[in-house]
């Protein structure tokens, strides 16, 4: 069994910062990528951003939060970060993490899902 789970979440006003944590457990014998998705209501999901592990070289950012967010991961604990500064209302959304596991030797990585944290960003 393998658990991802978000925290960090919740109401911040316009211009300020969260910082949005994931952490993978259970059976994994390697990660090799994780990454931040985003829902907001009557939107498709997209991608915020994502970074390889254990490298963690050449972080994806999507154009809308270039500069604002930085994504890190602690390889050590199987966490990945998003520190979100500058926020704006349209950052408001459910942001949902995902990390790319292989739980054997053989075979290949298994894309997992959290169950979402609620950024809220008020105007």
């Known amino acids: 069994q393998v658990q991802v789970v978000e925290s960090g979440g919740g109401l911040v006003q316009s211009g300020g910062s969260l910082r949005l944590s994931c952490a993978a457990s259970?059976?994994?014998?390697?990660?090799?990528?994780m990454g931040w998705y985003r829902q907001a209501p009557g939107k498709q999901r997209e991608l915020v951003a994502g970074i390889l592990i254990p490298s963690g070289g050449s972080p994806y950012y999507d154009d809308s939060v270039k500069g604002r967010f930085t994504i890190s991961r602690d390889n050590a604990k199987n966490t990945v970060y998003l520190q979100m500064n500058s926020l704006k209302p349209e950052d408001t959304a459910v942001y949902y993490c995902?990390?790319?596991?292989?739980?054997?030797?053989?075979?290949?990585?298994?894309?997992?899902w959290g169950q979402g944290t609620q950024v809220t960003v008020s105007s």
């Open positions: 995902t990390a790319d596991i292989k739980t054997s030797v053989v075979g290949t990585p298994v894309r997992y």
């Open positions: 259970g059976s994994i014998f390697s990660i090799n990528y």
